[in-house]
Structures are given as C-alpha cells and as structure tokens.
Nanobody, 115 residues
Framework: QVQVVESGGGSVQPGGSVRLSCAASAVFFGRYAMGWYRQTPGKERELVADITSGGIINYTDAVKGRFTISRDNAKKTMYLQMSSLKPEDTAVYYC?????????WGQGTQVTVSS
C-alpha cells in the first residue's frame, strides 16, 4: 500500500557528491522514523543514517561528517546528501520507514564510487 521509491544513484568519482531521495506515499509520513541503509553483495544490510519523526538524527561512524540525512514531511521525501565519497561507499542504498509494527522498504538505488 505504501510505495517507497529511491532515486539519485549513479556513478561518481572519489571525493564527489551525490544526493539520494526517497519518496514515500505513507498517509502519515511524518509519524515514521526513516533511515538509509546500504548493502553490497554477500554482506548484510547496514544502517547508514536515520532520522526520527522529531528530527533526531544518527549516523554510522563510517559516514559521520560526510553524509547528511534530512526529511521534508510536506513533500513526503527523505534525502541523503553524500559528500567526499569513497570507493567503500559503493553499495545499493535502501530507504526504510518504520512506525510501530509498520515497516516499508524501497527497492534501492545503486551508488558506485570509482575512478
């Protein structure tokens, strides 16, 4: 019922920047905590950053100072601004929404950091 669509991925050189967007159709979008996760083949999905309905933000240590998560409830969209990208940031990035027992995932968007 809730559609979650990531966009903005692509190829970028090390040191470059990319902004990911996640648009979700949730009626009560503002009630959800949201997060960006990433995954590479053969590895577990890992949390990159999340943001609560109240705007409290958490980042994994690997991206602190380089990535910025934000949300615009009026647009029902969450963003991940990624700067100073490193090859190890290469992954499929997924958008997640959670509100109590309700959890929704997007299909992911590929980010490739290489020369």
């Amino acid at each position: 019922q809730v559609q979650v669509v990531e966009s903005g991925g692509g190829s970028v050189q090390p040191g470059g920047s990319v902004r990911l967007s996640c648009a979700a159709s949730a009626v009560f979008f503002g009630r959800y905590a949201m997060g960006w996760y990433r995954q590479t083949p053969g590895k577990e999905r890992e949390l990159v950053a999340d943001i609560t309905s109240g705007g409290i933000i958490n980042y994994t240590d690997a991206v602190k100072g380089r990535f910025t998560i934000s949300r615009d409830n009026a647009k029902k969209t969450m963003y991940l601004q990624m700067s100073s990208l490193k090859p190890e940031d290469t992954a499929v990035y997924y958008c997640n929404l959670i509100w109590g027992p309700l959890t929704y995932w997007g299909q992911g968007t590929q980010v490739t950091v290489s020369s």
